[in-house]
């Protein structure tokens, strides 16, 4: 049972539903689950990450690892340390959130003695960007003076380190379905009872890109999702970066084991006050809607856009090899150990975030081993 919608939510996700009603006679009354999504979580002054709902934290609807522990941004910070040792730099966050790992990263990498010259931040949720701005005025001025917010990606190159952090969970993505041999694309229509899937013979670009990720027989009845935004969006990445490497993390697969037979439900999940579900046509606006990383498809695109895959593992592995059980024998006293102990566990347990999210390092003229990947190379899984 998800909880009820206040007042003030029902109003909202009636707003938001007039604005898909609209969008729906626009389009003949069937929009693509990707643009379902670009309206529902972006839409100005409408969508999720666009509108006021707390979203991250307690008061909102879903943690992330910077929220669980500082551990998890000091680990990170030693890995941004030894590439800026390396090359110099920049460090560029894409959608920092509430603004905790910037936070953390840049007080620990000042502690390293390795602080970037610059500090950027891309977030594309103006209610986000506010947050994180409050949240880092707790920053010496010496940091605090390093933090740039952008509007769009760099029009000059940096050199240093780019990070995302559950973000490629949060583009728009697509559904399908195969059915007895059909590709079939899952959108949303509306019936007399609200919002509705509805299944389309899939549009060119999809069905092509279903053949070959998977040029065999689908199992019966398989749904899934594809973001075709990935490409582009590493691409972009890409022209960002002149010289360092990029740090995705997120929850994901590569390929195989992204679109393995049994997982014929998909990935996605929806987020609402700290539930997951998996029904993404409901309380359009007022909840997250992501779905799992194909890590080949990030790789693939890193390489048609002339970056290396350095590393990928799982999120464990990173923080082990980065220090964090160093991290937590340094708490200053028994409680705070306690506390960062329980919260190490949360990072690392398979059953928690261990395994399910991954860290993959995208180089670009970086020869410096990377320490974060030392303990174990899942390339080979790609
Ligand atoms: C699930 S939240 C993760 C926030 C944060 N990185 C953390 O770990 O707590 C997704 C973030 O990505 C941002 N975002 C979504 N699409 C983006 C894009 N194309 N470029 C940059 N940020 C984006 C959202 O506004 C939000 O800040």
């Given at each position: 049972m998800l909880p009820p919608l206040?007042?003030?939510?029902?109003?909202?996700?009636?707003?938001?539903?007039?604005?898909?009603?609209?969008?729906?006679?626009?389009?003949?009354?069937?929009?693509?689950?990707?643009?379902?999504?670009?309206?529902?979580?972006?839409?100005?002054?409408?969508?999720?990450?666009?509108?006021?709902?707390?979203?991250?934290?307690?008061?909102?609807?879903?943690?992330?690892?910077?929220?669980?522990?500082?551990?998890?941004?000091?680990?990170?910070?030693?890995?941004?340390?030894?590439?800026?040792?390396?090359?110099?730099?920049?460090?560029l966050e894409l959608g920092a959130g509430t603004g905790r790992l910037a936070l953390e990263l840049l007080?620990?990498?000042?502690?390293?003695?390795?602080?970037?010259?610059?500090?950027?931040?891309?977030?594309?949720?103006?209610?986000?960007?506010?947050?994180?701005?409050?949240?880092?005025?707790?920053?010496?001025e010496p940091l605090r003076s390093r933090l740039v917010w952008l509007e769009a990606l760099p029009a000059t190159a940096i050199t240093g380190v780019v990070i995302a952090n559950e973000v490629i969970d949060a583009l728009p993505f697509q559904r399908f379905v195969v059915?007895?041999?059909?590709?079939?694309?899952?959108?949303?229509?509306?019936?007399?009872?609200?919002l509705?899937?509805?299944?389309?013979?899939?549009?060119?670009?999809?069905?092509?890109?279903?053949?070959r990720i998977a040029p065999g027989p689908w199992p019966p009845r398989y749904l899934s999702e594809l973001c075709p935004m990935v490409g582009p969006w590493i691409a972009s990445l890409s022209a960002a970066l002149a010289r360092g490497?990029?740090?995705?993390?997120?929850?994901?697969?590569?390929?195989?084991?992204?679109?393995?037979?049994?997982?014929?439900?998909?990935?996605?999940?929806?987020h609402f006050r700290h539930r997951a579900h998996e029904q993404p046509l409901l309380y359009p606006g007022l909840q997250d809607i992501t779905a799992w990383v194909d890590f080949t498809r990030v790789a693939e695109a890193a390489v048609d856009a002339g970056l290396e895959v350095a590393g990928y593992c799982t999120q464990a592995a990173f923080l082990l090899a980065t220090g964090i059980e160093a991290e937590v024998a340094a708490a200053a006293d028994p409680?705070?150990?306690?506390?960062?102990?329980?919260?190490?566990?949360?990072?690392?347990?398979?059953?928690?975030?261990?395994?399910?999210?991954?860290?993959?390092?995208?180089?670009?003229?970086?020869?410096?081993?990377?320490?974060?990947?030392a303990l174990q190379d899942l390339r080979r899984m790609l």
């Open positions: 206040t007042r003030e939510q029902a109003e909202q996700a009636e707003r938001v539903m007039r604005a898909l009603r609209e969008q729906l006679r626009a389009h003949a009354g069937w929009l693509a689950f990707d643009d379902y999504l670009r309206l529902v979580l972006y839409a100005p002054g409408l969508g999720y990450y666009s509108a006021g709902s707390a979203k991250l934290g307690a008061a909102g609807d879903f943690v992330t690892a910077p929220e669980v522990s500082p551990l998890f941004g000091r680990c990170l910070a030693a890995q941004c340390a030894e590439v800026l040792g390396a090359v110099g730099g920049d460090v007080r620990r990498m000042a502690e390293l003695g390795q602080p970037p010259n610059h500090y950027y931040i891309l977030e594309v949720s103006a209610d986000l960007r506010q947050r994180q701005q409050r949240l880092l005025q707790a920053l010496p059915d007895a041999g059909a590709l079939l694309e899952r959108g949303v229509g509306l019936s007399d009872e609200g509705i899937d509805v299944d389309i013979a899939a549009r060119p670009a999809l069905a092509a890109e279903l053949t490497a990029a740090l995705l993390i997120d929850y994901g697969l590569a390929r195989h084991e992204y679109y393995h037979p049994q997982r014929d439900h998909g990935t996605l999940r929806c409680l705070s150990r306690a506390r960062l102990a329980s919260q190490a566990r949360a990072l690392l347990l398979p059953g928690e975030m261990g395994e399910n999210f991954k860290l993959m390092a995208l180089t670009r003229e970086l020869e410096a081993p990377l320490r974060g990947f």
